[in-house]
């Protein structure tokens, strides 16, 4: 039996798996397995990852929700430091749970893992002063592929922790803040994104 624990097809979505690794700890710090391909073979999860990726980001700061359209990628995502709330949401048109989400808390401590399959939008939320967010995907980037979707809206209804402000018909971040003040922070891109009903779908 291997050291990682899978709990498959979260929230009733199938596709998406929240990974616990064993962590091992003494008095000199901790070693823990981030990837082990047998343990998810296993689980029946036989994605490749082709690339690493790692981003830094400051409280309030939200990314997302982002996809490729042509070049699909699954995403195994984690935090190194600090906190996020990390959110996909199913844009399988094909799906009996289509525009449905789901989100987890990843932190440094629990040292949670998500892994969301090709498919899916994803984004999340800094609710930590820094985030390390680290993830592989299973697919290149590939400019001029990538779509989006609107992190608020409403009829996707997507819960963001500690996040305050009023639907306003857009996806801007005036008038959002944490509940602690920090405004949120979007880049221009992720302010000009499509609903569920006028996004891609797969």
Known sequence: ??????????GGIE?????????????????METYNQNDMHEEGLDMVFVQDNQSCSTKGVLRG???????????????????????????????????KWYGV???????????????????????????????KVTDFYHPGDEGGLAWNDPAIGIKWPELVGEYKGNCEATGYTLTDGTP???????????????????
């Open 15 to 31: 596709g998406l798996h929240v990974i616990t690794p064993a962590v091992h700890g003494d008095n000199r710090g901790y070693f």
């Open 65 to 99: 929700l982002h996809f490729q359209k042509e070049f699909p990628q699954g995403k195994l995502v984690r935090v190194i430091k600090g906190k996020v709330f990390d959110v996909a949401v199913d844009l399988r048109k094909d799906s009996k749970t289509y525009g």
């Open 184 to 202: 949120l922070n979007l880049s221009d891109k992720d302010q000009k994104w499509e609903t569920l009903e006028n996004t891609f779908k797969f």
């Open 105 to 135: 808390e990843l932190t440094e401590e629990n040292k949670k893992q998500f892994y969301i399959s090709e498919g899916f939008a994803h984004g999340f939320l800094v609710l930590s002063d820094v985030a390390e967010f680290c993830y």
């Open 1 to 10: 039996m291997g050291q990682i624990k899978v709990e498959k097809n979260v």
